[in-house]
């Protein structure tokens, strides 16, 4: 398995204040610890996705979760699976 390219610097996180899902409940970010029926997995994103489609902030939380390889949970409107797609080339971020 190919490793991913290391980051020189971290990516800011200013944006981190004025993001929506600071005054949510965070579970609807991310998995829950036992497993996560499908049907139930795709509901828990789109509220998520819902939130994210409002955030003022979305773009910078989606860059930031790329840059670093955020492994779980909806950020910037994409889920884990989503972003790793748009890391292989295989589905455009925006
Ligand atoms: S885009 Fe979504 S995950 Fe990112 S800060 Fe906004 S509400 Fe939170």
């Known amino acids: 398995m190919a490793s991913l390219p290391q980051l020189k610097k971290s ?53 930031w979760a790329l840059a670093t390889r955020e492994p779980f949970g909806v950020w910037g409107g994409r889920s884990e699976s989503e972003r790793r797609r748009i890391l292989g080339g295989k589905l455009k971020a925006s």
Do not use: M
């Open 11 to 63: 990516p800011p996180t200013g944006w981190q204040q004025h993001g929506l899902c600071r005054a949510i409940d965070s579970d609807v970010f991310f998995p829950p610890p036992w497993f996560e029926h499908k049907p139930d997995r795709e509901a828990r994103e789109a509220r998520a996705k819902r939130i994210c489609a409002r955030c003022p902030v979305r773009l910078p939380c989606l860059d």
